[in-house]
């Protein structure tokens, strides 16, 4: 089958009108932070936010820095986070002088376990901050209350959720901040980039000023801060992008009933109540798989099918050599051997479908 044509884990979308509306910029000559990136803002929140403010920078993991700092965390702080993600969530915390504390996560979603959370508060916690993992959102009517409780904040990692709801509720409306990466392989792409959403006037105020080397007025620096502006010429790809991003995310989730209905031998994704789903992964389970043969299992599909496929995350942050903090995580311990995420993106025809399902199945069949 070696003249099968490969298919991506993941595939960016550029097409015609990103490449015009970077034309558009480079033509005015004017390319750091400006009208783009203003208009980007704004759009962003009335298409993704329901409004609520939204700050332009870098990268994703810029995004989280800033949130963080913006909402005062910092040395000595406590910052509940999942082991269960990618490491830019807990190098965020890190950054910041505070310590992250690794939960567990729920097996079902594979998003942080508000048990979990409560059996790690301490009188050094300040925050807890879920990811949206996969496209799922984290089960933020649980966080409210366990925020309210304590006396807590609450962030959101949404890199993977644009779009993502929980009872018609936008993730990014939840949080003192959220942020939502721009990322080639996130759900919709600036280049590199990401987006941090606020309802609060004085977080977004600290959030404007850290992107910018604590300036609003030019050479009147009022804080210590970054240079994590986003460039016109991101702005103008995001632009483009956001305008496509709920069709995509419709494809995303016909691709996903697909694979739902005609998947055999895997676990595919369970969704809680009231949860809408987004997946920027579609996430198997292979359960009772050891790492070796779910790789095992990833590479035949590769050799024998040219499906792509990806392990997300075959490390927990805790066991990183950059953390080393031993914690006793065992759903996460699992889900890191059994996680496979098939190709789910919207550039899948109905052929790669077809194939992606008898590769799996033969697979699956084949293993038992
Ligand atoms: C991609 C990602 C980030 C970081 O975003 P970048 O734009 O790559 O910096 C953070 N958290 C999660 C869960 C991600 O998937």
Redesign the pocket.
Known sequence: MSELEFIPPAKPIIGQDERDAVDRVLATGMLAQGPEVKAFEEEFSKVLLDGRAAVAVN??????HLGLAASGIGRGDEVIVPAF?????G??VALTGATPVFADIDPDTFCLDPKSVESLITDKTKAIMP???YGHPADMVAFEALAQKHGLMLFE????AHGAAIDGRKVGTFGTFA?F???P??NMTSG???MVSTGDAEVERRLRLLRNQGMEVQYQNELVGYNNRMTDIHAAIGRVQLTKVGEWTEVRRRNAAFLDAHLQGVKTPKIAEGAEHVY?QYTVRLEGFSVADRDAFGKELKERFAVGSGV?YPVPTNELPSFHQPADLPETAKATHEVLSLPVHPSLTQEHLDRIVEAVNTVAGAGA
């Open positions: 990268s994703g993991t810029s995004g989280l993600t990618f490491a830019a969530t190098n965020a990811v949206h993992l990692d949404a890199a993977q942020m990466s721009l990322y392989t996130k590199e980039g990401g920027h997300y």
